[in-house]
């Protein structure tokens, strides 16, 4: 007769923001005992399974290891339940590409220096960009009033100027990074907005 078999991990699901990316799942409950899970990798062009280093951990996640961050590879998980001797079916996921998969989170606003007719801004990446790495901010700007009209520019550097405004009035921007990948481009979270006031001249 059949053996007994554990229920295997539901909501099997890949979390990746700004390429740090973990495989994640619900816990499996049973009567009695703790389920201890195993999780196995392998990238698209190579058929071997390799230990994720989650191997009987009583985690519901488990990091990606150093050797599959590179952002263009395919990469394949499977994650088991495992009690005892019990262990369930593999889970497996559908095939993942960090570049094309993750989510970019908003750029970091650093500083904002008002002058009578422009807005200075710093900005930072939400990722620490790799070499060859296109980044362009796409910046939403508006005059603060009850009928605001949003003016877009883009930029490709991480210090750039809001020009041809008016003095002392109240100018909300948001920023959103877009990265140029393989197959087109990522374009990331937008910032929170922020208002600022230029100065008297």
Partial sequence: EPSPRLPEPKDVEIYSYNFQSL????????????????????????????????????????????????????????????????TSAWVHTPPFVAERDTTLGPPKVNRVSASPDSLLISVSPPFSPETGDILQYHVSYWENTTSPTEKKLSESKTLFQIGNLKESTLYCFSVQVQLQIYSGHLLGQQSAPECHRTALS
Avoid: K
């Fill in 23 to 86: 495989l994640r799942w619900s816990p499996v409950p049973v009567e009695n005992g703790s389920v201890l899970y195993t999780a196995h990798y392998r990238t698209g062009s190579y058929e071997e399974w390799s230990d994720m280093g989650c191997a009987q951990t009583p985690q519901t996640q488990c990091g990606f290891p150093p050797d599959i961050r590179m952002r263009r590879w395919t990469i394949l998980l499977r994650v088991r339940a495992e009690l005892g001797p019990l």
